[in-house]
């Protein structure tokens, strides 16, 4: 009995380095994930993060692609049309279109609030603050800090986007 134990017990380890290795124990595509660094940030994100490939909202009379409700950006593939949103622990107030705000160098929502969705060829930001101050703001250049999906990210400690520039592939990222 001890030996039939040991061999299912064995069976059970090989079983379970296969899927893990197979990439089968990884996050389905379209589920949230949990980001422990996110997580940590002076904007209290709950650590949930999604990849957003449909997501449209309408703000101030413009519909364009946005994080779901309660989700701030923290990265974007343009090209493919995919945020990379991670979701706040609280929110202050509606989200709100910014058509022409800059700080840093590029279109920025008003220092204080992050970017909740964005509409390129208009040049307009979807901008929403969070429940809890924003504390400091860098730029992340190009080629910029990548995920594993690939695309430009803000870098890791919990920051979300705050403003863009496009054509130069540079990030206003706000804690």
Do not use: W
């Not at 609280?90 to 910014?98: A, D, E, H, Q, V």
């Not at 160098?105 to 060829?121: E, F, K, R």
């Amino acid at each position: 009995m001890k030996r039939v134990f040991e061999a299912v017990s064995s069976a059970a380890v090989v079983l379970t380095a296969i899927t893990v290795l197979a990439g089968c124990g990884a996050a389905p595509e379209g589920e949230e994930e949990f980001d422990v660094e996110v997580a940590k940030s002076s904007l209290t994100f709950t650590g949930s993060v999604v990849y957003d490939a449909g997501t449209r909202c309408t703000v101030g009379g413009s519909t364009m692609h946005c994080c779901p409700t309660g989700y701030a950006m923290i990265g974007a593939h343009l090209s493919n049309d995919v945020f990379k949103c991670a979701q706040l622990s609280s929110t202050s107030g509606s989200r709100f279109i910014n058509t022409g705000g800059r700080r840093n160098g590029m279109h920025a929502c008003p220092y204080g609030s992050v970017m909740v969705g964005l509409h390129v060829s208009n040049d307009y930001l979807a901008c929403q603050y969070p429940g809890t101050s924003v504390v400091s703001e860098y730029v992340d250049g190009d080629p910029g800090t990548k995920d594993s999906y690939p695309m430009h990210v803000c870098g890791a400690g919990g920051y979300a986007m705050s403003g863009i520039h496009v054509s130069n592939n540079l990030f206003t990222c706000a804690k």
